[in-house]
């Protein structure tokens, strides 16, 4: 597996033209299972993985989220190497930004609506980001995980309206058991809250309308930014503590299921 540390260096690797298709996963590290399905993905139908670890600012909207990011670059590593992935790009803010930020893709609809009203510029510094990675690995595929689907419709609204030539793969979210979407800042969860957690995606999946379910998540000591639904699918956003937690869901009839005692009763008041 080849780590460069420079986009020059991947650059110069790509024009080589050894790798043959490309796969490529862009993350900003802390790997769990989600990234690990991403990753075998882009093994199984490419000829090469391109992996990209680089924790992106501009897409941060508060400096102690930013500040308290999981950092597992060696496990990372590690990681990616067993599962196959060919190389790494570690960039560096100085290399994927000489323009200190000044040129930017910024959508003018969805991106302000769900997330991107509670995150002023986060889906700008998103998109930009994504933008310059895929001109940079020039993939034949890049792979993103369902749990951000605002991102990934966004992802795929900007790949076709600048006909750029990589097809955006969406890939299922993966849940812990207890129907947690994986998340690298789950790491920041206590025992108690991550105890907790589960009743976030529990409430999106029943069939009350969205402000019963805030309601409820609120009473369950949830911090809730939005609960809404569009076209049949759930979106939602709370915070647990420091954390804040998103996901997604389709609605389906019948579904108060799986929710603890406590949460049971008060859907049921």
């Not at 490309?22 to 590290?29: Q, R």
């Not at 992935?85 to 290399?95: A, F, G, H, K, S």
């Not at 809404?228 to 699918?233: L, M």
Request: charged residues 25%; glycine residues 8%; contains cysteine.
């Amino acid at each position: 597996m080849k780590i460069c540390k420079s986009i020059s260096e991947l650059i110069k690797l790509r024009r080589s033209g050894g790798l043959g298709d490309i796969g490529f996963v862009p993350t900003m590290g802390a790997l769990h299972s989600g990234h690990g399905s991403l990753i075998q993905r882009s093994v199984e139908e490419n000829d090469s993985t391109v992996l990209s670890i680089y924790v992106n600012p501009t897409q941060f909207d508060n400096a102690d989220d930013l500040a308290n990011y999981p950092d597992k670059n060696q496990a990372d590593l590690t990681l990616a190497e067993s599962l196959g992935v060919d190389i790494v790009l570690m960039p560096t803010y100085e290399q994927l930004y000489p323009d200190q930020y000044r040129y930017f893709v910024d959508e003018k609809e969805f991106s302000h609506v769900l997330c991107g009203a509670h995150r002023e510029g986060h889906f700008t510094g998103v998109l930009t980001v994504v933008m310059k990675l895929l001109n940079i690995v020039r993939p034949a595929r890049a792979y993103f995980g369902d749990k951000d689907q605002q991102q990934l419709k966004l992802i795929e609204g900007m790949v076709d309206a600048f006909f750029l030539d990589s097809q955006v793969i969406g890939c299922a979210t993966v849940r812990e058991q207890d129907g947690l979407a994986l998340s690298s800042r789950n790491l920041n969860l206590t025992a108690e809250q991550r105890r907790q957690a589960p009743n976030f995606y529990k409430a999106l999946m029943t069939s009350l309308d969205d402000d019963e379910v805030a309601a409820i998540l609120s009473q369950e000591g949830f911090k809730v930014d939005y609960i809404q639904t569009i076209n049949s699918r759930r979106y939602g956003a709370a915070f647990l503590g420091p954390v804040r937690l998103i996901d997604n869901v389709e609605l389906n009839a019948g579904l108060n299921v799986g929710l603890n005692n406590d949460v049971q009763r008060k859907v049921a008041q």
